[in-house]
Structure formats: C-alpha cells, structure tokens
C-alpha cells in the first residue's frame, strides 16, 4: 500500500538442535519435533507436521504451526489454510485468529482482516507466551503480547488499515483515533489517518497528521512523501 508502512510480525522460537529426524509414532511427539526443527531444519519441521496431522487431525497447534512455517516460506495461500483450519478447532483463540487476520491482510482481502481484528476486540485474551513485533515499524511500542493495551491500539489501527483499503474513509478515521488514544506517538498510524483525512479533502488535518509523524520520527519516508503531494495539490496515496 503507498502511502502506508507496511506492518508485520515474527514469532521468537528457541529451538533445540537434533540429529535425530526419524518421525516418532505419536501425533504429540511429531509436534514437539516440529518445534524443535522450525528454524534448522523447515522441510523436516514441515513433514514432522504433516505427520502429527495424519495421526490426529483434530491437532489445533500443529496447524497453526504449520501456518507461521507456510508464511515464513512465503506460501501465504497454504498458511491461510492452516490458520483457518485451527481456528475452526479453538474459534475463541486470539492468537490463531490474530494470525489470519494478519495474513488477510497481507493477500489484500481487507474486508476478511477487518473482520477478524473486529472479533478479536470482543475477545478475551487469554494467557499465551507469544510476542509479536511489528517490523519496518516506527512505533514507540514495536514488540506486544495479546493481553497489552497496546495490542488494542494495533487491532484498531488494522481495523483501520482495512477500512482505508475498502475507500471507507470515515470508519477508517474512527479507528485510527481510537488507536491514537492509547498510542499517540506512533507515526504510522498518524500517516495513515492523514491518507484518510485527506481522501475526505480535509487538507489541513491531513497536513498536521504528516507533519507531526515526522516531528515524531524525522526520517519518517511515507510521512514525507505524503505531505509532498498535499503540497503539490495533489490527493494522498494508499496504493
């Protein structure tokens, strides 16, 4: 998307080294072993899954697992799957749910994302050891967990990416907002709802999102770029 930073996250492992890869004969056995192999080894982590699935099909972590490797690996359609897959297993699972809403996001099916950020403002969070960090980010807060007030300022902002990329500029002002209520210091979601506000030809709100991202983060190239083309006449971009 121009005009917009573009926002990820990595899971942290820490793997132990084995030399032995001869599948065990249990579902459990062939997760933990996936586990183990993730970051060494992905095509032995891979097939260890694949097993773990075979001898239980019912094996919501080895899905999701599946998932992040798929994603890792770039094959973004089969970790769609996979996410959806677990999700169908544990539906009230914030992690798994945050983690299509994610991938939606980055296949550009911005209504899917809007609608699974939207469920994971309604649900508890849970306890989960996972962190995520929003890479290329320019955040104050970069690195979260599910249960943080910050986590909250994220989902709304994605909520918000997906309105922006649907062209529902108005909605996608209201959760910027909302995101900047918990975050106020975070440029990129004051570039974003500066694309917003000048979609709706709010010029001047749009100018002093631009300009205070970059007093926030000088450097800051979307900002930039954006008040470069309010200055020129001409409409922000989000593509």
Known sequence: MRGLVSIGFVFFYLPAVLAQTDLPHTAVACFELGERLME???QEALRAYN???RLNPGFA???YSRGILREQNNELA???VDFSSCIDLQPQNAEYIFSRGHLHYLLKHPD???KDFLGLT?????ETTTIFYRQNSSSANPVFTLQSEVA????????GLAELELQQFT???YWFDSALRITPADADILVSRGIAYSKRNQVDKAKADFEKALQLHPHHSEARYNLQLLSKGVNTSSS
């Open 51 to 53: 097993e773990a699935i």
């Open 112 to 114: 899917l994302s809007k």
């Open 78 to 80: 089969e970790a769609l």
């Open 171 to 173: 909605p996608a002002i």
């Open 152 to 159: 909250d300022a994220y989902f709304f902002f994605r909520i």
């Open 122 to 126: 309604a649900l508890p969070r849970g």
């Open 40 to 42: 060494e080894n992905p």
């Open 61 to 63: 972590e080895a899905y």
